[in-house]
């Protein structure tokens, strides 16, 4: 457990700066900089060591390797709030528009492949999610009047990879994923009474939480020039944040949701592939994260087994991506995806914490290949502005409007041997 701990403690510190991504809710747009430069495809066409995040089964494929890179990023959150204050019990926020801090993060990822038969392959992937960051100044007493007010969440995962190529350009894939979480809230003290346990709902520092769960996943040849690919990761089992019992459902519960990967790369076009890839997340089947604010708040206090959450939806993403081998050392990448943003307009109060908007990423990439063993790749991508908008469900002749927009790089090494 030591040794576990200490694993943790020196990953997370690494990515401690990284609480937000590209986000299609609060999971990354894509997982290491080649599949994020076309837009987070790769369900069926797998090329580095970080492909557990995406199939597992794509491991069989990408040979002995190790890859490692660093992302940097930048996502811009704001909230508006219009209408008057009104007197209690009605709970409204101060008007005007105000800008979350903390715009630049850093985060790396690592991946490491060994063919151990002709046939079969292990590997290790490590990955991150986030989004749910936000620090808003305590001016005009915060958001919440409970002075600087804000969340963190930062997730880690550890993807240890088996595969099997079973046949001749089929393979299938396992990995028992390893994941660490941390959070704290800072600012909700005026939720106190909603809340089932008002000592542990803000201001008690960070908390940590292990987990977990697997992922599987086939990939393989459907025709000459045609591939496809598919995932399906658990809900993986977290234990609980204690220390914000009474602000989470279930007594602290914030476990990860499913998440399933199919997609299809075609290579019909000399030295060109087009993929498209569907993702599917169910962030409703996770109470913490699911639960509407209203009318669960009206009938359970924060912290119940059916407690008010975030109010998230299920989140459906399709990716279209493209590269192209210019020549034998350079190949160049792009992408798009579109997944309508899990916040509806009746949960924008409590989302002021969690604005995870975004809806379209815009992707570009590149590897140059330096030698037989060496390459560098490259991604850039920009989120453009997604604004959701509704009224404050406990003042309701106030309007909140949560906005953000994105943009961001990455660049990794890829050694083969």
Known sequence: MRLKYSLAVAAISALAPAAAFAT????????????????????????????????????????????????????RREYTVEGPVSPPPAFSLQPGTYESSKNGFVIPHFG??????????????????????????????????????????????????????????QAIGI?????????????LQS??????????????????????????????????????????RNILK??????????????????????????????GIQDHWFLLDIQHIRYSEINSIGNALIPNLQSAQLGDDNGAGFGWDDMTTVKLGWQWQQTPDHAWRAGASYGENPISDEDVLFNVLAPGVQEWHFTGGFTHSFSNNLELSGMAFFSPTKEVSGPNPLATNQTINLEMYQVGASASLGWTF
């Open 175 to 187: 990995s028992p994923v390893i994941a660490y979480q941390r959070f704290e809230a800072n600012g």
């Open 112 to 169: 490491f492949n060994r063919e151990l038969t002709d046939t079969t392959a292990f590997g290790v992937s490590v990955f991150a999610n986030g989004g749910m960051n936000t620090d808003y100044p305590g001016g005009n007493g915060g958001p919440f009047y409970g002075g600087r007010t804000g969340v963190n969440l930062e997730q880690l995962f550890i993807a240890p990879t088996w595969s099997w190529e079973f046949a001749d350009n």
């Open 24 to 75: 299609n809710g609060y999971f990354s747009h894509g997982y290491g900089t080649i599949s994020k430069g076309m837009a987070g495809t790769g369900s069926a066409l797998s090329q580095d060591s970080i492909a557990a995040a995406t199939n597992p089964a794509g491991m069989a494929f990408v040979g002995n390797r190790i890859d490692g890179g660093i992302e940097v990023f930048s996502p």
């Open 238 to 267: 977290m234990g609980e944040f204690d220390k914000y019992r009474g602000l989470f459902a279930e007594q602290g519960d914030f476990d990860i949701p499913q998440m399933f990967n199919a997609g299809i790369a075609w290579s």
């Open 191 to 232: 939720f106190a009474p909603f809340s089932s346990d008002a000592s542990a709902l803000s201001n008690n520092g960070t908390d940590d939480a292990w987990g977990y769960g697997y992922q599987i996943g086939w990939q393989g040849e459907l025709t000459d020039t045609l591939r496809g690919g598919i995932s399906w």
